[in-house]
């Protein structure tokens, strides 16, 4: 940056009581109306075939009801399936040859209270998010570099730190082969990272290790926000990493009291442009995602319209006589800290981790202001779930759905494929700290803004990461995006 750039950042630190949350579809907290008269089914290894009808028969009853596909579930399914199996059977799964708009994001679990919890923010986790590489093109090798760390978390607490590259787990290699259960087994809470280091563009092993317990942890999805002034730019910088309103066990909204908290400073301090990092950001709650949309958009209250829904057939017409038509319609809120006036355009940074929610974002400010997408292309979801679960408590397994579709105030939904970004910057293998002017997304954007480099050179000049890419921890954990709605229906 010049000399006449004042930065400021901010980390907050997080909670220290359970979970990150899984986020990323449009999903709604649903309980089920639909009772069983049976008795308590409790998950199991195996399970009789009474006990699979049982649960099979609640699954169907739901997802004839409730979900966006319905009309393609079979007439005849299987249940004497295990339960996941037969959840499985009625999808309209996804193909990207023969049924390119199908099912990618719908799923089950065995407990209620696990998805329920994760969607809340309860999670047993390290602390970090990382993405998985192969260590060379054509290897069987895998490493994960870390992508950011949670402040005081366990993984924080032993020094790890975003860009460490990690080799080697518990003693072992990581490959293509033993990854899933090297790095995402439940049952493990010990770990010892060995790592390695950047030489020429390859990874080497350091022979550094790091020794890291995994414990229950809420993550504030409020990262860190800056100001950087160049000349007669302000430039607000916000990093948010899930859509939630509020830790896991509130019925408050201390996360998006926070995010008006970071927009009334933004305002009091005159910020003129505005870039909102979402690079991590696999999705949320849907009210959170309107928080925040009302705190960017131009010329944007409580009477204009930020998204709608399209439910299924059936359901529709129930939905809009017990709740009216504003049922499907999401409207922005009158903020006093909107800042949309001062605002001729907003930067949104991205990577295939952004989704649902974080979409949202984009395309329901698009047609209200310049929306620039600076980094890599978005997930592609713009479908949302609910939470189902048996509110009788006689069948544990809870399922998530998706039920609608969403689009813009202009009709738009076009973006299953994901948003392909304005400018594109990859993540180098090389990191630096987010909020650090010579990260490569940002810089980009704040050379975009200022028309100078922030560090001597911008973005488009920077070495590409070499590496295939095979995943992440961030898409592990949301199943691909989450949009949370976060309502009940009861007795349709």
């Avoid at 899984?22 to 309980?31: D, E, H, P, R, V």
């Avoid at 009772?35 to 195996?46: I, K, L, W, Y």
């Avoid at 488009?460 to 954990?477: D, E, F, H």
């Amino acid at each position: 940056m010049t000399s006449n750039t004042i930065m400021r950042n901010r980390i907050t630190s997080t909670w220290a009581r359970a979970g990150s949350l899984l986020i990323a579809g449009l999903a709604m907290s649903l309980t089920s109306c639909k009772h069983q008269e049976a008795d308590t089914v409790t998950p199991q290894s195996s399970t009789s075939t009474t006990e699979n009808q049982t649960v099979d028969s609640w699954i169907l009853d739901n997802m004839q009801t409730y979900y966006y596909w319905n009309d393609k579930i079979p007439a005849n399914p299987d249940k004497t399936l295990a339960p996941s199996d037969f959840f499985d059977s009625l999808l309209n799964t996804y193909n990207a040859t023969t049924n390119p708009e199908g099912d990618r994001f719908s799923w089950i679990e065995e407990n209620a209270s696990d998805l329920t919890s994760s969607l809340s923010g309860e999670t047993k986790t390290t602390g970090m998010e990382f993405a998985l590489y192969l260590r060379a093109s054509g290897s069987t090798d895998v490493i994960a570099q870390v992508l950011y760390v949670l402040p005081n978390s366990p993984a924080a607490n032993a020094g790890l730190k975003r860009g460490d590259i990690i080799t080697k787990v518990n003693g072992q290699g990581i490959t293509t082969t033993n990854y899933q259960s090297l790095l995402f087994d439940d049952s493990v809470t010990n770990y010892t990272f060995g790592l390695g280091t950047v030489s020429n563009q390859s990874i080497v092993d350091s022979g550094v290790t790091k020794s890291v317990t995994t414990t229950v942890f809420q993550a504030n999805p409020v990262y860190l926000d800056s100001i950087y002034t160049v000349g007669t730019k302000k430039i607000g910088y916000l990093v948010y990493n899930q859509f939630v309103p509020a830790p896991n066990g509130s019925k408050g909204s201390e996360y998006d009291d926070q995010v008006d908290a970071i927009f009334a400073q933004f305002k009091s301090a005159g910020i003129n442009e505005l870039v909102l990092d979402l690079r991590y950001n696999p999705g949320g709650y849907t009210s959170s995602s309107a928080n925040l949309a009302s705190l960017i958009g131009k010329g944007v209250d409580d009477s204009k319209l930020y998204f709608r829904e399209s439910w299924n057939s059936t359901l529709t017409p129930v939905l809009q006589k017990q709740y009216g038509s504003d049922f499907f319609l999401q409207k922005f809120s009158t903020k006093a800290q909107n800042i949309g006036s001062n605002l001729s355009r907003l930067y949104v940074l991205t990577t295939d981790r952004t989704a649902s929610a974080s979409e949202l974002i984009i395309n329901g400010l698009r047609p209200y202001m310049t929306v620039n997408t600076i980094g890599t292309t978005t997930y592609g979801k713009n479908v949302g779930s609910i939470t189902i679960t048996d509110d009788t408590g006689k069948i544990n397994w809870g399922m998530q759905p998706i039920v609608f579709r969403s689009y813009n105030s202009l009709g738009q939904s076009d973006y299953s494929t994901g948003f392909t970004p304005t400018t594109e910057v990859e993540e180098p293998i090389t990191l630096y700290p987010l909020g650090d002017v010579r990260d490569a997304l940002l810089n980009e954007a704040l050379y975009q803004i200022a028309g100078t480099a922030a560090s001597g050179r911008h973005a488009a000049t920077t070495v590409r990461n070499p590496l295939p890419v095979l995943g992440s921890s961030i898409q592990q954990k949301a199943k691909g995006g989450l949009m949370v709605k976060d309502m009940k229906i009861s007795h349709l």
